[in-house]
């Protein structure tokens, strides 16, 4: 969902106002003046916010241990001059830090307190993490370290290392040594210990004690941090490692490999990486060491090595046991060049409809339609169309259209890197009487893979001699009075495609199988699905809209938003309310450009009209119900298609994206407190509201005792602007 700047920020921050009183301490335990507290703690601590959503204005970094007072500013004193709330929190989830205290203050410049507000806690030894509870802005946090006694703690840890194994008569340790670092502080106690390897080694964390086994002399340098942020001066010990004494005379075995992009030659394209792996069945491999050229430098070899530069290159490589034995050098040899030119240029294209026509344009009998792509590029790597908004299929020859009707082609192109051709139309009419009529289909069904009930069959979801795809002959969505009857309807609708050749005889075994486990039929499985919205006028005209956009009934019986004004509104059912049901329709993302349209299902919301906290009845859906969302694109906003907006977040990669133009299959069933989302008939999100949402302070129309949701509400379609065009279809609900 996305908003303008301000009104997404002041949303936002409501919403989790709303979520975070929940964590109050206690009521009373805000609200009073600073005076009263004063004598409670000799310790006071502030907080300062005001119109920013990135940092507090102000904020302590370090506090002691006790009794303190904390004071949390939010108000026109501090610069809130837009009426925004904001929250302190201190987090009680992650283990690094106290939890303790759970402290949640809610302050805005409106509120009966004018944004200044007090708090009585107990602060403890450690680190305190605080944050604003605004969904999306989580750098709104920092770090509070509270030390023990009544000053603040400047010593550093005492650090300690000890070395164990057994040695030789030089002092070597034989075949390893183990170090272990420790380290005391009698302050804020000790936060935790590095050590590096080396005299210029990057600092690791210490968790365990080093074992050190290359053969060799060695420096581990260490030290420690204290919680109050003390550091401990650098210190070090040296020692060495021998071989265990063996009779292992032979050298390591040595290989490498080259890998990376070639060109016709087997040249490499840009860079080329060297991997070296060396083994040794005697005493071991100790160190493996490369050089780059005939007269480069020996060099510890750690990980590949990458060679950018252009020309000939040779990498040579050796290996020692721990016993000294060092194999003979070998060398690797390989050619790097310059990568052609990236193309980012997408394929051109044109198309052409051709055929006979009459006198008002119209074709007679059918119209063939041909698209041509080139690509001077990469290549030429696919051309795809749509008819009628179907889903894109491969183009390998002119697709001949013939049903009546006016009709609409899709196309589109991608070259071999993966540069896609924004799509482009041609639309034509079939004229009446010449054509091949429209067909009754039992149902709208135009999934890519055949569905019965929620079982994919994966078959594909093929045309018949009757112009009804496969799904839309076996009438799933149909009240059968027998699970026997449907099973009999499915089996002879298999046999007439069998023999017509649409399926063979292992898809019909699956189709059935399907139908079998799909329990329709069965006591409480028929589906039973009720139109809301099939494309009619009568139908679209139930609809009511509301706030800022539009929606638009089209020809082909779909109905797509944001095509004559913008701003933020919704269209909804508001004939009757709903309690637990599946949703099902479909949703075509049809916005300008590469971007892509931001809507949502919104689902439970109490009457937008007259309602007493909303002066605008568009939010009453955000504020009170739940929004489904719609959004494939890779960027900005966080939660994408399947979330629950604002609750249960889905990423772009778990909600199946398919490319723009493409019908999607939605259906959002909720039960009790219990939300299920599928997307072209898989299962993306699950998400429960059981305890959920309480609206605090205490509301005249809360939906329950427990504080929950609403437990029933209407159905509605979120509108964006003007560049988040959407389209939706077959709109039905089966109550469960």
Same mark, same amino acid.
Request: net charge negative; charged share 20%; with cysteine.
């Given at each position: 969902?996305?908003?303008?700047?301000?009104?997404?920020s002041?949303?936002?921050a409501?919403?989790?106002a709303?979520?975070?009183?929940?964590?109050?301490?206690?009521?009373?335990?805000?609200?009073? !003046?600073?005076?009263?507290?004063?004598a409670?703690?000799?310790?006071?601590?502030t907080?300062?916010?005001?119109?920013?959503?990135?940092?507090?204005?102000s904020?302590?970094?370090?506090?002691? !241990?006790?009794?303190?007072?904390?004071?949390?500013?939010?108000?026109?004193?501090?610069?809130?001059?837009?009426?925004?709330?904001?929250?302190?929190? @201190?987090?009680?989830?992650?283990?690094?830090?106290?939890h303790?205290?759970?402290?949640?203050?809610l302050?805005?410049?409106?509120?009966?307190?004018?944004?200044?507000?007090t708090?009585?806690?107990?602060?403890?030894?450690?680190?305190?993490?605080?944050?604003c509870?605004?969904p999306?802005?989580?750098?709104?946090?920092g770090?509070l370290?509270?030390t023990?006694?009544?000053?603040?703690?400047?010593?550093?840890?005492?650090?300690?290392v000890? $070395?164990?194994?057994?040695?030789?008569?030089?002092?070597?340790?034989?075949?390893?040594?183990?170090?272990?670092?420790?380290?005391?502080?009698a302050?804020s106690?000790?936060d935790?210990?590095?050590?590096?390897?080396g005299?210029?080694?990057p600092?690791?964390a210490?968790?365990?004690?080093?074992?050190?086994d290359?053969?060799?002399?060695h420096?581990?340098?260490?030290? !420690?941090?204290?919680k109050?942020?003390?550091?401990?001066?650098?210190?070090?010990?040296?020692f060495?490692?021998?071989?265990?004494?063996?009779d292992?005379?032979t050298?390591?075995?040595?290989s490498?490999?080259v890998?990376g992009?070639?060109?016709?030659?087997?040249?490499?394209?840009?860079?080329?990486?060297?991997?070296?792996?060396?083994?040794d069945?005697?005493?071991?491999?100790?160190?493996?060491?490369?050089a780059i050229?005939? /007269?480069?430098?020996?060099?510890?070899?750690?990980?590949?090595?990458?060679?950018?530069?252009?020309?000939?290159?040779k990498?040579r490589?050796?290996?020692t046991?721990?016993?000294?034995?060092?194999?003979?050098?070998?060398?690797?040899? @390989?050619t790097?060049?310059?990568?052609?030119?990236?193309?980012?240029?997408?394929?051109?294209?044109?198309?052409?409809?051709?055929?006979?026509?009459?006198?008002?344009?119209?074709?007679?009998?059918?119209?063939?339609?041909?698209?041509?792509?080139?690509?001077?590029?990469?290549?030429?790597?696919?051309?795809?169309?749509s008819?009628?908004g179907?889903?894109y299929?491969?183009?390998?020859?002119?697709?001949?259209?013939?049903?009546?009707?006016h009709h609409?082609?899709?196309?589109r192109?991608?070259?071999? !890197?993966?540069?896609?051709?924004?799509a482009?139309?041609?639309s034509?009419?079939?004229?009446?009487?010449?054509? #091949?009529?429209?067909?009754?289909?039992?149902?709208?069904?135009?999934r890519?893979t055949?569905?019965?009930?929620?079982?994919?069959?994966?078959?594909?979801?093929?045309?018949?001699?009757?112009?009804?795809?496969?799904?839309?002959?076996i009438?799933?969505?149909?009240?059968?009075?027998?699970?026997?009857?449907f099973?009999?309807?499915?089996?002879?609708?298999?046999?007439?495609?069998?023999?017509?050749?649409v399926?063979?005889?292992?898809?019909?075994?699956k189709?059935?199988?399907a139908?079998k486990?799909?329990?329709?039929?069965?006591p409480?499985?028929?589906?039973?699905?009720?139109?809301?919205?099939?494309?009619?006028?009568?139908?679209?005209?139930?609809?009511?809209?509301?706030?800022?956009?539009s929606?638009?009934?089209?020809?082909?019986?779909?109905?797509?938003?944001?095509?004559?004004?913008?701003?933020?509104?919704?269209?909804?059912?508001?004939?009757?309310?709903?309690?637990? @049901?599946?949703?099902?329709l479909?949703?075509?993302?049809?916005?300008?450009g590469?971007?892509?349209?931001?809507?949502?299902?919104f689902?439970?919301?109490?009457?937008?009209h007259?309602?007493?906290?909303?002066?605008?009845?568009?939010?009453?859906?955000i504020?009170?119900?739940?929004?489904?969302?719609?959004?494939?694109?890779?960027?900005?906003?966080?939660?994408?298609t399947?979330?629950?907006?604002g @609750? /249960?977040r889905?990423?772009?990669?778990g909600?199946? #994206?398919?490319?723009?133009?493409?019908?999607?299959?939605?259906e959002i069933r909720?039960e009790?407190?219990?939300?299920?989302?599928?997307?072209?008939? #898989? $299962?993306?999100?699950?998400?429960?509201?059981?305890g959920?949402?309480?609206?605090?302070?205490?509301?005249?129309?809360?939906?329950?005792?427990?504080?929950r949701?609403?437990a029933?509400?209407?159905?509605?379609?979120?509108?964006h602007?003007?560049?988040?065009?959407?389209?939706?279809?077959n709109?039905?609900?089966?109550?469960?």
């Amino acid at each position: 969902m996305r908003l303008g700047r301000r009104t997404a920020s002041f949303w936002t921050a409501l919403v989790a106002a709303v979520v975070s009183v929940l964590a109050l301490t206690s009521a009373a335990a805000y609200g009073r !003046a600073d005076d009263d507290r004063a004598a409670a703690a000799a310790q006071v601590l502030t907080w300062t916010a005001g119109d920013s959503i990135e940092r507090y204005l102000s904020f302590p970094t370090t506090a002691v !241990a006790g009794a303190t007072t904390i004071v949390f500013e939010n108000s026109r004193a501090t610069g809130n001059t837009t009426g925004m709330p904001h929250t302190l929190t @201190f987090d009680l989830s992650d283990p690094e830090y106290n939890h303790d205290v759970p402290l949640n203050i809610l302050a805005n410049p409106n509120d009966d307190m004018g944004g200044r507000h007090t708090a009585e806690v107990t602060l403890t030894p450690g680190r305190y993490l605080f944050k604003c509870t605004i969904p999306g802005h989580g750098a709104m946090q920092g770090v509070l370290t509270v030390t023990e006694g009544s000053g603040e703690d400047t010593t550093a840890p005492e650090t300690t290392v000890r $070395l164990d194994g057994d040695k030789n008569a030089d002092g070597a340790y034989i075949g390893q040594a183990t170090v272990t670092v420790g380290a005391t502080d009698a302050g804020s106690g000790v936060d935790r210990i590095e050590y590096a390897v080396g005299a210029d080694g990057p600092w690791q964390a210490y968790t365990t004690p080093v074992v050190v086994d290359q053969v060799g002399t060695h420096r581990i340098r260490y030290r !420690a941090m204290d919680k109050a942020g003390n550091t401990a001066s650098e210190k070090s010990v040296d020692f060495a490692v021998a071989a265990p004494p063996t009779d292992d005379t032979t050298a390591p075995e040595t290989s490498a490999t080259v890998s990376g992009e070639k060109d016709g030659q087997g040249r490499y394209l840009g860079m080329a990486t060297v991997t070296v792996t060396a083994s040794d069945t005697g005493s071991g491999v100790n160190t493996i060491e490369y050089a780059i050229g005939a /007269d480069g430098a020996w060099q510890p070899y750690t990980s590949p090595v990458m060679v950018h530069e252009t020309g000939s290159h040779k990498v040579r490589f050796k290996a020692t046991d721990k016993a000294g034995n060092t194999a003979a050098e070998k060398s690797a040899d @390989f050619t790097v060049v310059e990568p052609p030119a990236e193309d980012t240029t997408p394929p051109e294209m044109t198309a052409g409809v051709s055929g006979e026509k009459n006198s008002d344009g119209a074709y007679i009998t059918s119209a063939k339609v041909t698209v041509v792509a080139a690509d001077t590029g990469s290549g030429l790597d696919k051309v795809e169309y749509s008819l009628d908004g179907g889903p894109y299929l491969a183009y390998t020859t002119p697709v001949i259209v013939d049903r009546v009707g006016h009709h609409t082609v899709l196309y589109r192109a991608t070259d071999k !890197a993966g540069n896609t051709a924004a799509a482009q139309s041609v639309s034509f009419t079939i004229a009446e009487g010449g054509g #091949v009529p429209a067909p009754n289909c039992p149902e709208f069904d135009e999934r890519l893979t055949v569905v019965v009930g929620t079982v994919d069959t994966g078959v594909p979801n093929r045309m018949t001699r009757s112009r009804c795809t496969v799904n839309e002959l076996i009438e799933d969505e149909k009240d059968w009075s027998s699970h026997a009857l449907f099973l009999k309807h499915v089996d002879t609708v298999l046999d007439r495609l069998l023999a017509d050749g649409v399926i063979d005889q292992r898809e019909h075994k699956k189709i059935y199988r399907a139908a079998k486990q799909s329990g329709l039929g069965k006591p409480g499985q028929n589906t039973g699905y009720r139109d809301l919205f099939d494309g009619t006028p009568g139908s679209f005209a139930k609809w009511q809209h509301v706030g800022g956009g539009s929606f638009g009934l089209n020809a082909d019986g779909s109905m797509t938003s944001g095509t004559t004004k913008g701003g933020l509104g919704m269209l909804w059912f508001p004939q009757r309310q709903y309690g637990d @049901f599946s949703l099902k329709l479909q949703w075509r993302d049809d916005a300008p450009g590469t971007g892509n349209a931001n809507s949502g299902v919104f689902v439970r919301f109490p009457y937008v009209h007259d309602n007493p906290e909303e002066s605008r009845p568009e939010w009453v859906a955000i504020k009170y119900g739940h929004e489904v969302q719609v959004l494939d694109r890779p960027d900005g906003d966080m939660y994408k298609t399947g979330s629950v907006y604002g @609750f /249960d977040r889905v990423g772009l990669g778990g909600a199946g #994206v398919t490319p723009k133009g493409t019908w999607n299959d939605y259906e959002i069933r909720v039960e009790g407190q219990h939300y299920s989302v599928f997307r072209n008939g #898989v $299962l993306i999100n699950e998400f429960d509201n059981a305890g959920g949402q309480v609206f605090t302070p205490p509301r005249a129309d809360d939906p329950g005792t427990d504080g929950r949701r609403y437990a029933t509400g209407y159905i509605g379609l979120q509108v964006h602007g003007t560049t988040d065009v959407i389209s939706y279809r077959n709109i039905r609900i089966k109550e469960l």
